[in-house]
């Protein structure tokens, strides 16, 4: 179990060193999501709620509030829910989502990305954003903006490598674990 005091985020991943790795080399597939992938979507990020501050969630995730979330997300238009998959089992997924009600935003979307603990490094982050960003890039997006809890250097790098830059830092803008912890705002105008 990961030490919720560790100095970084990064280090609160040092959960993933007893989880068993995938075995690489296996075809993976990208594809929309659907109601079937709840619950094991609702695992994947069960596991970040429990152990690390990437989500500010602090309660575990049912599938049925997992299956509600989903229903905000469409194959088609700005807001898409994509999942990687191998052997007939979810990785992880990608998400463009509305970034705020009031209805001038709506050309800006929130970007996330979450990988269940065993296929962190796989490459799935790199792969899953190029999907997303294929799927919206026909949408009436303007702006790409990613939340990142801080310290964590491979969100921010991924971020980067997409062309993504840094904005702003919420100092303090939340408290898990015992701790304040800062966001840091990525943004990248698109496409």
């Known amino acids: 179990m990961t030490d919720p005091a560790a100095d970084t985020l990064d ?9 068993r790795r995938l ?9 929309p999501a659907r109601d079937g992938d709840a619950r094991r979507l609702a695992q994947i990020y069960n596991f970040y709620i429990e152990q690390t501050a990437v989500t500010f969630d602090t309660e575990p995730q049912t599938a049925a509030q997992r299956r509600e979330w ?16 191998r052997d007939g089992t979810v990785l992880g997924y990608t998400a463009s989502s509305r970034f705020h009600q009031r209805p001038a935003y709506d050309t800006t979307v929130e970007t996330t990305i979450v990988c ?11 792969r899953l954003y190029d999907a997303l960003f294929e799927a919206i890039r026909d949408e009436d997006v303007h702006l790409l903006v990613a939340l990142v809890t801080m310290p964590n250097a491979g969100s921010a790098a991924l971020h980067e490598r997409f062309g993504y830059e840094q904005a702003m830092v919420l100092p303090e803008a939340g408290r898990k674990f015992g701790r304040w912890w800062d966001v840091a705002w990525f943004v990248r105008r698109f496409p």
């Open 70 to 85: 989903m229903s905000h997300y469409a194959e088609t238009g700005r807001h898409r829910l994509l999942v990687a998959e």
């Open 23 to 31: 075995a690489p080399g296996r075809a993976i597939t990208i594809r």
């Open 116 to 126: 269940a603990p065993e296929a962190v490094g796989l490459g799935l982050g790199r």
């Open 11 to 19: 280090a609160s991943m040092g959960a993933l060193d007893s989880v």
